[in-house]
């Protein structure tokens, strides 16, 4: 699976738009982009995925690049609760395989 | 509801003793896989199981056991071969097969050494 590089943090005013870039330079034509994150001490949650076009639904938005070698996840109107650790990974979708979970970003909403 | 369910939330080893974590999934998920995260750090795969009866070693297996009897259920054992077990535990379960496959994930265990 592709590597991915992710700023160790990042700040954001309650209410404003939170963009979480991710570097995935190696990525390969079959290797899809999913995020999940981590709020303190609780499991890691889906968020979203995707592989060329970009992705919406109820909790962010998902934009990839046209060579698809980086990503943007954008929470559109962040909360307190949006508050965690955001980790971007990119994986062949076979099922059965683990999904590899590096260091992430970790999102301070600031009131 | 349907999820995954681990408990419990907090379990204490003792020195040499061997410890099992629950991990029941009632979302009829045919893969289910143990992580093992440290302070501040990501994910590590220690095993995961496709299907019943059946498992495989993931990064970090030395020192962990587990089983697959029932499709709902996939206990870890931290045997006292495991020398830093001090970590958070998260189960996680999968669907077979759909083209949306996708890592559920439980609440954790956080097993301290005393």
């Known amino acids: 699976d592709a590597k991915t590089t992710q700023p160790p943090s990042m700040d954001c005013a309650e209410g404003r738009a939170a963009n979480l870039p991710c570097n995935h330079s190696t990525i390969s034509g079959n290797e899809y982009v999913y995020w999940y994150r981590q709020i303190h001490s609780q499991g890691p949650q889906y968020i979203i995925h995707?592989?060329?076009n970009n992705e919406t639904n109820e909790m962010a938005s998902l934009i990839i690049t046209e060579d698809r070698k980086s990503s943007t996840l954008i929470l559109p109107h962040a909360t307190l609760r949006d508050t965690a650790v955001y980790y971007c990974?990119?994986?062949?979708?076979?099922?059965?395989?683990?999904?590899?979970f590096g260091p992430g970003t970790r999102l301070s909403v600031l009131p | 509801d349907g999820g995954i369910t681990q408990s419990p939330k907090y379990l204490f080893r003792k020195e040499g003793q061997n410890v099992t974590l629950s991990c029941e999934q009632n979302l009829n998920h045919d893969a289910m896989y143990w992580y093992r995260q440290d302070p501040g750090q990501g994910l590590r795969l220690i095993y995961y199981s496709q299907i019943v009866n059946d498992f495989q070693k993931g990064d970090i297996a030395e020192g962990y056991s587990v089983s697959r009897e029932k499709k709902e259920s996939f206990p870890l054992t931290v045997t006292s071969a495991q020398k830093n077990p001090t970590a958070f535990y998260l189960c996680?379960?999968?669907?077979?097969?759909?083209?949306?496959?996708?890592?559920?994930f439980g609440p954790g265990t956080r097993l301290l050494v005393l």
């Open positions: 995707g592989l060329k």
């Open positions: 996680a379960s999968s669907t077979s097969g759909s083209y949306q496959e996708t890592q559920y």
């Open positions: 990974i990119v994986r062949v979708r076979n099922y059965g395989q683990n999904f590899v």
